[in-house]
């Protein structure tokens, strides 16, 4: 169908309008749809008025009738051409892959011809992206969250944030560990040393922790007032036990209580044994058992050797474990005319303590954690004297998390 020719119309641009307040639309009929490139009439190479409608021929295989376009306007040799409907009986429709009521399938639109697209974030399901209606006239395009499982699985795939003590994301969003940790292998988040009888709470992403624990190291033995050509020697207090184990979070849960085993008191002045060191223990999952007395000294005017405190031993739990160093025995001999109490003993955290002087002297206080105090020495006349006090325990831990 060609264009028709109005009275009031400019005969250089069909697109203004210069007569009456009246107008004949124009419409023309074609086996396809219009471009850009439609300004122009084929038959005679004039513009289209900018009110003409583009009828697409019936279909001679269905006999459905095509599409209406309309032109809103002509821009620098370019034609804006407007579909208005399907040429059938059913509106604008959009079929999704999902619906949950009131939502239907296909969505229509409104009754003014509009039709409501959200975004959404949803829980974890089968499908990572979904197009899915929810309500009349509308769908959602739904990303779904991410979820933890056992292996890989396209399906559980989805969107996710990062903890922000373990994890940094860049303006890019890359995702990086914290720390400069490489990818794979194992990663320590951070490390916790416990000296004090309390609670320990896991740091966040914990995914295992190991656990070092020592028991309280022993005190050492006291020695009794000596008299002319007499010694009195004692002897050094045990070191506590060590053991070593890793747990997982389910089994440290929201946390656990440690104790700390005290360091055993140096023995009272006089033939005194010292005090045993205090068992160490990670709630009732792992113990580790302090370090006995060393034996106290009595006067002797012959050779004498008096026995240290035993390394603590006997704890339960852990992977492996090392019992408690034995103290030193203490040493006197009228040949030499020498003598020397015991010296504490030492261990995984601990130096120990070195023999007193022959000359007399209290014990001194053990070094490190778990350490042994030393036995005291007399010779000659001298007044009792103290064994040195053990040192308490300690509980060091190490959290990981597996990349």
């Known amino acids: 169908m060609s264009s028709t020719s109005l009275t009031g119309l400019s005969p250089n641009n069909p697109s203004r309008y210069l007569g009456a307040n009246v107008a004949i639309a124009t419409v023309v009929s074609r086996n396809r749809q219009p471009t850009g490139a439609d300004y122009r009439m084929p038959e005679n190479g004039k513009l289209y008025p900018f009110n003409t409608f583009w009828l697409i021929g019936i279909n001679p295989t269905t006999g459905t009738q095509g599409d209406m376009w309309y032109l809103s306007k002509i821009v620098a040799n370019v034609a804006y051409w407007i579909q208005l409907n399907e040429g059938s009986a059913t509106p604008v429709s959009f079929q999704v892959q999902a619906n949950t009521a009131p939502g239907v399938n296909p969505v229509l639109p409104t009754a003014g011809g509009l039709v409501t697209v959200n975004g959404a974030i949803v829980a974890n399901h089968a499908v990572p992206l979904e197009t899915r209606t929810r309500a009349l006239n509308t769908f959602n395009i739904e990303a779904q969250y991410a979820t933890t499982a056992a292996s890989t699985t396209a399906n559980l795939s989805g969107m996710a944030h990062f903890n922000s003590a373990q994890f940094t994301v860049d303006a890019n969003g890359f995702v990086s560990l914290s720390g400069g940790g490489g990818g794979g292998g194992i990663n320590v988040i951070q490390t916790q ?107 002797s005017a012959i050779s004498l050797n008096t026995a240290g405190g035993l390394g603590g031993t006997g704890g339960t739990g852990g992977a492996y474990r090392f019992r408690g160093n034995f103290g030193g025995s203490g040493y006197a001999s009228t040949s030499d005319q020498l003598g020397y109490g015991g010296d504490g003993a030492g261990g995984r955290f601990s130096g120990g ?19 042994g105090g030393s036995g005291a020495s007399n010779k000659g006349v001298n007044v009792a004297r103290a064994g040195g006090a053990g040192t308490p325990g300690i509980v060091f831990i190490t959290e990981y998390i597996i990349m």
């Open 353 to 371: 303590v070195p023999q007193n002087s022959s000359t007399g002297a209290a014990g001194s206080v053990g070094t490190g954690y778990g350490g």
């Open 193 to 299: 040393t416990i000296t004090a009888t309390g609670t320990y709470t896991p740091t966040a992403g914990t995914q295992y922790a190991n656990f070092q624990i020592m028991g309280g190291g022993g005190g050492g033995g006291g020695v009794a007032i000596t008299g002319s050509s007499q010694f009195a020697e004692a002897g050094g207090g045990g070191g506590g036990e060590y053991a070593e184990g890793v747990l997982d979070a389910a089994t440290i849960g929201a946390g656990l209580a440690i104790t700390i085993g005290a360091g055993g008191t140096g023995a009272a002045a006089g033939n005194n044994t010292g005090g045993t060191g205090g068992t160490t223990s990670v709630a009732a999952l792992m113990t580790a058992i302090g370090g006995a007395g060393g034996v106290g000294g009595a006067a």
